[in-house]
């Protein structure tokens, strides 16, 4: 059973960063990777996914703001999050794409003044 442990969330300002970490109980090596976000009151949904050889796809509304690496061994995949917008406080998680692994706790991202 894989086990996923993101970090890295907190209060940031509008417009500030946050980096977030994700580690997985072994290699990621040959797993597209992605981090999926909450708000609440919505669905989780998609945010962004690379590939093994590091491609990598972004939400419209996240991109060139956001930035996805990953480490294979051991599995870890970070993103960097820059000029936060208000609207994006959520509950962040990451797993494998399209995602079958069991859910992580999320680490929670606010964003306000």
């Known amino acids: 059973q894989v086990q996923l442990v993101e970090s890295g969330g907190g209060l940031v300002q509008p417009g500030g960063s946050l980096r977030l970490s994700c580690t997985v109980s072994?290699?990621?090596?040959?797993?597209?990777m992605a981090w999926y976000r909450q708000a609440p009151g919505k669905q989780r949904e998609w945010v962004v996914r690379?590939?093994?050889?590091?491609?990598?796809k972004y939400l419209d509304s996240v991109k060139d703001r956001f930035t996805i690496s990953r480490d294979n061994v051991p599995g870890a995949v970070y993103l960097q999050m820059d000029s936060l917008k208000p609207e994006e406080p959520a509950v962040y998680y990451c797993?494998?794409?399209?995602?079958?692994?069991?859910w992580g706790e999320g680490t929670q991202v606010t964003v306000s003044s």
């Open positions: 797993n494998n794409h399209p995602h079958t692994w069991s």
């Open positions: 072994g290699t990621i090596f040959g797993i597209y």
């Open positions: 690379i590939t093994t050889d590091r491609s990598t």
